[in-house]
């Protein structure tokens, strides 16, 4: 028998069932559930795949107030972006928003972006990624810059 516990509950199976979970996970990288970052934390609430191969991810985003993220872009992920609290700004695309509790703003594949929290942030991010295999994100600048700074040479 054997006993595995984690974040998302606890697994008990007889060796044969724990020997047919090794195999299929064999060859899968897990993606870190919780992860600390220069602007605060993100925890992976649900991760799925449809029946199309989109991976969806749902994750928590906690920001430190005057904190920001690169200013970046994603080839193959659309993101959804729903604020819980706090306010801060976004830019996408050079155009600088302001973002407050309740909003809920669409970042499409290929939009440059970036999020800075003005007060203690938290907001619900859903990525759906079209083409999981193939690399996605592309750093523009690790400032806090719009297009009028950002190089065009990508």
């Given at each position: ?8 509950g606890i ?8 020997k ?16 600390e ?5 993100s925890r992976?609430?649900?991760f799925s795949r ?29 993101e959804?972006w729903s604020?819980?609290?706090?306010n801060g700004e976004?830019?996408?695309?050079g155009?600088?928003?302001v ?5 809920t703003?669409i970042?499409p ?46």
């Open positions: 028998m054997i006993v595995a516990a984690g974040a998302d697994l008990v199976a007889g060796i044969e069932q724990a047919r979970i090794k195999q299929k996970l064999e060859g899968h990288a897990a993606k870190p559930m919780i992860e970052k220069r602007w605060g934390s992976i609430l649900d449809t029946a199309a191969g989109v991976e969806v991810t749902t994750s928590k985003i906690t920001m430190l107030a005057g904190k920001h993220t690169s200013y970046h872009f994603h080839r193959h992920t659309k959804i604020f819980l609290s706090g976004y830019r996408m695309n155009v600088l928003h973002v407050v509790a309740g909003d703003v970042v594949a290929g939009a440059r972006h970036g999020l800075r929290a003005i007060t203690p942030l938290e907001l619900i991010i859903i990525e759906l990624v079209t083409s999981p295999d193939v690399g996605d994100y592309v750093r523009v600048s690790a400032e806090w810059v719009g297009e009028e700074s950002a190089p065009d040479h990508l």
